[in-house]
Protein backbone atom coordinates (compact mmCIF):
# COMPACT_ATOMS: atom_id res chain seq x y z
CA UNK A 1 0.00 0.00 0.00
CA UNK A 2 1.59 3.65 -0.95
CA UNK A 3 2.14 6.04 1.48
CA UNK A 4 -0.27 8.66 0.06
CA UNK A 5 -3.17 5.55 0.28
CA UNK A 6 -1.90 5.26 4.19
CA UNK A 7 -2.27 9.16 5.15
CA UNK A 8 -5.79 9.29 3.38
CA UNK A 9 -7.09 6.21 5.40
CA UNK A 10 -5.44 7.97 8.62
CA UNK A 11 -7.52 11.16 8.10
CA UNK A 12 -10.52 9.09 7.95
CA UNK A 13 -9.43 7.09 10.62
CA UNK A 14 -9.01 10.10 12.73
CA UNK A 15 -12.78 11.13 11.58
CA UNK A 16 -14.11 8.28 12.35
CA UNK A 17 -12.80 8.10 15.60
CA UNK A 18 -14.07 11.56 16.24
CA UNK A 19 -17.55 10.51 15.28
CA UNK A 20 -17.92 11.18 12.04
CA UNK A 21 -19.98 8.48 10.19
CA UNK A 22 -17.83 6.93 7.13
CA UNK A 23 -19.27 5.42 3.92
CA UNK A 24 -17.45 3.25 1.58
CA UNK A 25 -18.44 1.57 -2.08
CA UNK A 26 -16.74 -1.09 -3.74
CA UNK A 27 -14.67 0.20 -7.06
CA UNK A 28 -17.14 -1.23 -9.46
CA UNK A 29 -20.37 0.51 -7.20
CA UNK A 30 -21.90 3.90 -7.68
CA UNK A 31 -23.70 3.42 -4.29
CA UNK A 32 -21.98 4.36 -0.92
CA UNK A 33 -23.78 2.97 2.42
CA UNK A 34 -22.85 3.81 6.08
CA UNK A 35 -20.24 1.65 8.15
CA UNK A 36 -19.84 1.13 11.54
CA UNK A 37 -15.96 0.04 11.29
CA UNK A 38 -14.14 0.96 8.26
CA UNK A 39 -12.23 -2.11 6.53
CA UNK A 40 -9.97 0.23 4.45
CA UNK A 41 -9.56 -2.11 1.77
CA UNK A 42 -7.52 -0.91 -0.92
CA UNK A 43 -10.67 -2.36 -3.27
CA UNK A 44 -12.89 0.32 -2.03
CA UNK A 45 -13.44 3.88 -1.67
CA UNK A 46 -14.61 6.12 1.19
CA UNK A 47 -15.80 9.12 2.04
CA UNK A 48 -17.16 11.01 4.90
CA UNK A 49 -20.99 10.76 4.46
CA UNK A 50 -22.53 14.29 2.97
CA UNK A 51 -24.30 16.64 6.05
CA UNK A 52 -27.83 17.34 4.54
CA UNK A 53 -29.85 19.40 6.74
CA UNK A 54 -33.53 17.35 6.80
CA UNK A 55 -36.38 18.95 5.74
CA UNK A 56 -39.90 18.39 6.49
CA UNK A 57 -43.77 20.02 5.19
CA UNK A 58 -46.76 20.15 7.93
CA UNK A 59 -49.93 22.02 7.29
CA UNK A 60 -50.52 24.43 10.18
CA UNK A 61 -53.57 23.44 12.78
CA UNK A 62 -52.26 19.10 12.34
CA UNK A 63 -49.63 17.35 14.21
CA UNK A 64 -48.94 14.88 11.32
CA UNK A 65 -44.84 15.82 9.90
CA UNK A 66 -44.25 14.15 5.90
CA UNK A 67 -41.34 13.72 3.98
CA UNK A 68 -42.90 14.27 1.18
CA UNK A 69 -44.47 17.31 0.06
CA UNK A 70 -48.44 17.14 -0.14
CA UNK A 71 -50.57 19.65 -2.20
CA UNK A 72 -52.12 20.68 0.83
CA UNK A 73 -48.73 21.60 3.14
CA UNK A 74 -48.51 25.15 4.06
CA UNK A 75 -45.34 25.04 6.48
CA UNK A 76 -41.49 24.01 5.19
CA UNK A 77 -39.68 22.73 8.28
CA UNK A 78 -35.89 22.09 8.06
CA UNK A 79 -33.88 21.10 10.80
CA UNK A 80 -30.13 20.78 11.45
CA UNK A 81 -27.98 17.38 10.27
CA UNK A 82 -26.09 16.97 13.61
CA UNK A 83 -28.58 18.40 15.91
CA UNK A 84 -31.57 17.44 14.96
CA UNK A 85 -32.96 21.22 16.00
CA UNK A 86 -35.22 23.06 13.95
CA UNK A 87 -33.28 25.46 11.70
CA UNK A 88 -35.85 27.38 9.88
CA UNK A 89 -39.86 27.58 9.04
CA UNK A 90 -40.89 28.95 6.04
CA UNK A 91 -44.40 29.52 5.08
CA UNK A 92 -45.17 28.25 2.12
Do not use: H
Not at 53 to 64: C, G, H, I, K, S
Request: charge should be positive.
Amino acid sequence: MSTDKRKEFLEYVTLWATGEIIQEKSINSSKWRDVDIPSFSSFKEYRLKPKKDMVRYAVAMEDELSEKKRSTDNLKLVFDYKTNKLKKVSII
